[in-house]
């Protein structure tokens, strides 16, 4: 999913300062560092990259829905999206840690899918709608398994203030993936179903 390529590397000057005052990064609960906070550090660099990806991807999905309603759900979850930013933030303030991106391959790549879907799709139809909610719950769904995923290390790590907030993340983007699914389900599938194709 990473590659070890180092992120870019800004002025250390900042760093060396601290240098002196600094022991251990200060881990809540005290509790030392090892490979798997080592990891546990890396993977939310990963998913910072990410979320920080979509705060520019969800006004061109919002941009290019059909629905109103789809509109408004993109339009609403950029801003619960920048709050999982905020929230990121407030994780590696936590562990002492400056809040660091590092490229997340798998949502360039569903990124990326979703872009080729407004591409092949016509403008103004049902049909891309559909390609739309799909390519948004494939980024949700990846969202939803980092997040379950990072909540439970955060415990195992005994890192619970951290694990709660990434909970709180993880339930907004289930209720997230819902709401697509309800749009789905409730106008956009039937709506696509009739649409005659373009001579
Ligand atoms: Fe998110
Ligand atoms: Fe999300």
């Known amino acids: 999913m990473r590659t070890k390529t180092a992120t870019s ?27 798997l906070a080592d990891f546990f550090s890396d993977e939310l660099k990963d998913i910072y990259w990410a979320e920080k990806h979509l705060v520019k991807t969800l006004p061109k999905m919002q941009k290019a829905a059909t629905s109103e309603e789809l509109k408004e759900a993109f339009a609403d979850h950029l ?37 080729g879907i407004i591409e092949e799709t016509e403008k103004g139809t049902a049909t891309r709608d559909v390609g739309l909610i799909l390519a948004a719950q494939k980024v949700e769904h ?5 997040y379950g995923g990072l909540a439970q290390l955060a415990r195992t790590l005994g890192y619970d203030e951290v ?29 696509s179903s009739e649409e005659a194709e373009e001579e």
């Open 9 to 35: 590397k800004k002025s250390s000057t900042k760093t060396a300062s601290k240098k002196s005052v600094a022991k251990k990064p200060a881990s809540p609960n005290g509790k030392v560092d090892s490979m």
């Open 79 to 115: 801003e619960t999206t920048k709050g999982h930013v905020e929230r990121l933030e407030e994780v590696f303030e936590l562990l002492g840690k400056k809040a660091q991106a590092k490229k997340c391959d798998a949502m360039a790549g569903i990124t990326e899918e979703g872009a």
């Open 163 to 191: 694990a709660d907030i990434l909970e709180t993340t993880l339930a907004e983007e289930k209720d997230a993936d819902s709401l697509l699914t309800e749009i789905a389900e409730n106008s956009v599938n039937y709506e």
């Open 142 to 146: 990846y969202e939803i398994a980092t």
